[in-house]
């Protein structure tokens, strides 16, 4: 039998630390990666044939649930036609429209492949409508990869971000601010400072890469208006907030509306797609239109936009996110409690469909250095514990969870079961 052990050893030989991705390896939360054969609803099953109740559902695209029916037919459907052109196609401008439909900031919207691609565009796009080159951003949140972004706040409010990985140069960096999220003060602070050198603010409206943190009261709004009085394009990173809190993604579960937003996962239907799109005005600073550059071999591609759109069909549906809110809740509720029955401490957050949990005592979870704090070590061993239980966890304390159509009442309460007999192993 070949396990995946076995797997990953030989996968160590010729991909660097044997995945694709690094949060993929384990190495958080130790042990080696599980390696999946296929998935059905809400279940993965790995390649020794166990199952697993799947809370990661690829990092949130799956919202559906693993081989949802109507996703298989349309890229079925497309295949029969075209894998890609190159070309202009009909799908893509569908997708466009019901985009800048139900997103409420988007006049005009671009694809791309991933989430990466999304940010790093419009942040371009945000430099090359104000002509200016500074960045800010937020301690805790991420964006992708690109160079510009992966910085970290230097010492001091005021002083110059530092690259977070070898390979970004310093001089790139030093066009990136990081700031705390959710604190209000210190962006009053900062745009007062250097307001009128703002590029442009990217943000989470929900932070999805340190565990689950929601905005607090205020913080978006402040954004918006202090984005306004400045003249800085706001860009909402909603890669993963997309059509994952809400219909019209954190912006319109909040209310504040940006200058631009980034999409990615779910808009894909599972492929690797991604968008961004904003006001009529900013986005028309773009090739061909205009003189700000950016371009994809495979952008909109077919079989991607055909996936995507029949995801958007399936998730317009009247009360579709309302049931995926109620089981949301309904999981972390039993959890909350079972927690309380064996003595553990343990907080939730929720947006949505996306949610997060705590090991800590801390009632409200709001900030970063909160999240830094909670107890690591209890969270690596819990997620082992229900991996052992049949239940697939991010394999960091870091990732927001996620829930999809396909989890019903019995999958929750089996998932609730399972973390009571691991919380009263906890302790041990
Ligand atoms: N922005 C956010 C908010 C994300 O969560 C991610 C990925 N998790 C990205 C951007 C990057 O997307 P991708 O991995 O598709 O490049």
Redesign the pocket.
Known sequence: MTTSADLFQRAQQVIPGGVNSPVRAFKSVGGDPVFFDHGAGAHLYDVNGKAYIDYVLS??PLILGHGAQPILDAIRTQLDKAITFGAPTVLEVEMAFKLTELVPSMDLVRMVN??????MSAIRVARGYTGRDLIVKFEG?????ADGLLVKAGSGLLTLGEPTSPGVPADFAKHTATLPYNDLDALETFFAAKGSEIATVIV?PVA??MNCIPPAPGFLEALRRLCTEHGAVLIF?E??SGFRCALGGAQALYNVIPDMT?L??VVGGGMPV?AFGGKREIMSVLAPVGPVYQAGTLSGNPIAMAAGLAMMQAITQPGFYDRLTASTTRLLDGMKQAAQDAGIGLTTNQAGSMFGFFFTDEPNITRFEQVMACDVPRFNKFFHLMLEEGVYLAPSSFEAGFMSAAHTDEVIDATIAAAARSFAQLKN
């Open positions: 990092f949130g991933s989430g990466t691609e999304a940010t949140c991420y964006h992708g990869h989470e999805g890469n990173d890669v993963m980034c990615g996962k991604g």
